[in-house]
């Protein structure tokens, strides 16, 4: 089956293979939480990370740019945040943490292609309908990490999501 990440508003995309798709959020998690400061930087990382195949199920986590949670206020830190996030998961953040090696020729692509997607983004593309449905969903669960203080697996230096630890479900 697979995952499709895309800017459907400029018709483009990208796909991969669920294991791909599993390694992709793996990375991009790792560096993120690494680099995110902000309450903004680290749930967009948290958003990436409820992509969750494990719980969500196999091949049902591709997404559209737009449809992630930008804050309009701070949208060009934001997408200075990811970039440089993508760029990190290519220096290899946080890959200490994993138990395989992830095969460089199939996920460089994929994060130069999410690369090129999200220096597509403007403010104008976005669907902040259902970034705030996201974001209202998640503070109206007590024992969301985003009202938590956005806690840490103790194993892996990442984001808890709702869903627990993306590397300890995979």
């Given at each position: 089956m697979g995952n499709v990440i895309s800017l459907e508003i400029c018709r483009q995309h990208f796909s991969m293979s669920n294991g791909l798709t599993s390694v992709f959020i793996s990375t991009l998690g790792l560096s993120g939480t690494y680099l995110a400061k902000t309450d903004d930087e680290k749930r967009i990382i948290i958003w990436l990370l409820e992509k969750d195949q494990s719980t969500i199920g196999i091949g049902s986590v591709g997404f559209d740019i737009c449809e992630m949670p930008w804050n309009v206020t701070n949208f060009n830190e934001i997408k200075c945040f990811l970039l440089n996030v993508i760029k990190g998961a290519k220096k290899r953040i946080g890959w200490e943490f994993l138990d395989y090696q992830p095969n460089e020729k199939l996920l460089f692509p994929c994060l130069d292609q999410f690369y090129e997607l999200i220096s597509s983004v403007d403010t104008s593309m976005l669907n902040q309908t259902v970034a705030e449905e996201w974001l209202n969903d998640a503070t109206e669960i007590?024992?969301?990490?985003?009202?938590?203080?956005?806690?840490?697996?103790?194993?892996h230096p990442m984001f808890l999501t709702v869903f627990g630890c993306y590397l300890c479900n995979n």
């Amino acid at each position: 089956m697979g995952n499709v990440i895309s800017l459907e508003i400029c018709r483009q995309h990208f796909s991969m293979s669920n294991g791909l798709t599993s390694v992709f959020i793996s990375t991009l998690g790792l560096s993120g939480t690494y680099l995110a400061k902000t309450d903004d930087e680290k749930r967009i990382i948290i958003w990436l990370l409820e992509k969750d195949q494990s719980t969500i199920g196999i091949g049902s986590v591709g997404f559209d740019i737009c449809e992630m949670p930008w804050n309009v206020t701070n949208f060009n830190e934001i997408k200075c945040f990811l970039l440089n996030v993508i760029k990190g998961a290519k220096k290899r953040i946080g890959w200490e943490f994993l138990d395989y090696q992830p095969n460089e020729k199939l996920l460089f692509p994929c994060l130069d292609q999410f690369y090129e997607l999200i220096s597509s983004v403007d403010t104008s593309m976005l669907n902040q309908t259902v970034a705030e449905e996201w974001l209202n969903d998640a503070t109206e669960i007590p024992s969301d990490p985003i009202v938590c203080g956005y806690p840490r697996c103790q194993k892996h230096p990442m984001f808890l999501t709702v869903f627990g630890c993306y590397l300890c479900n995979n």
